[in-house]
């Protein structure tokens, strides 16, 4: 057995220190090309922390006609328990059918249009159209649909419970399905051939045609709409803009009826980062939207473990635990950061330090003039949050 020639573009579990040695198959190499930190990882890794990845491509899609779906939830990523995805995309006309659950529903629309409807327990409606970039919030039992509009669409939908499926909801079609004819004449006051070609289950998501106007579709409520707007311009925002991105913050502040996910969008530049920090309210949920980017999580006691991330990937940081995401690629990274919380925050390791008696801080680490410097200057290519305190 040789060592690699040099040259070789097949990824090889080996350092350049001399640990390590060639993998000569069974292997998986896209897989192993995908995920450079796993297969090499950085020497500071150590320890043993759950995985904290899992990707929308190794989901168990859901084909209708009318669309498709698949989640990632607590099945397929063990750790995450407080909140769960679902990537869904409609066709031109298709409809997610009228339903509701028991969780409230987060969504970000990563690509086309469409409309959502909603009726909240005062009989107030909302009937609106949902653009890239877009946000909607349902509150925890409130009924919805979403439909696609001309162009088709797809979104990420994240609910506060990661136990939560979107195959276990509870559908308009499923209750007709199954409550007694009689009752249902009874209930609408029409006979009870109404109902003699109702769906047998539930429909889930199914093929329409596209509707007209917003204007035609619109549903007077002799109630009138709802007070809190459940839908939000998140890339319409302004950002904050930082030396290695930006970064647009949503959450009950600026979004009210979003009282228990809080959200931010970020960009980080080739060569960029976002920053070290941690999250002093819960755990944190990510979704890759483009780029590559690597992640260290760190959670004491010498324990840090490393993951790549690409476009669908879904990404997890326990609470309170120390992080970084790191642009390893070409192109821009997009991700979500979410958590179940009304606010966003974060601690930053560069103000804590910056913020400290620096002798402290000097003496602590064993560093020298250079460190409290950049401290002192901020002038590090990091993508930041800013430093005293978000006004919306
Ligand atoms: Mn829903
Ligand atoms: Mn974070």
New binding site residues.
Partial sequence: MNPPAKGDQIPQPMRSDGTGWVDLGPRNVMRDRQNPNMLVPPVTDAGLLPNLKFSFSDASMTLNHGGWSREVTIRELPIATTLAGVNMSLTPGGVRELHWHQQAEWAYMLLGRARITSVDQRGRNFIADIGKGDLWYFPPGIPHSIQGLEEGCEFLLVFDDGHFSDLNTLSISDWFAHTPTDVLSANFGVPESAFADIPDKQVYIYQSEVPGSIEADQVESPYGTVPLPFSHRLLAQRPLITPGGSVRIVDSRNFPISKTIAAALVEVRPGAM?EL???PNND?WQYYISGQARMTVFIGNGNARTFDYQAGDVGY?PFATG?YIQNTGTETVWFL?MFKSDRFV?VSLNQWMALTPHELVASNLCVGPELLDALRKDKWPVVKYPGYGYVP
């Fill in positions: 976002r920090h941690w999250h944190e940081v992080h950061e974060d």
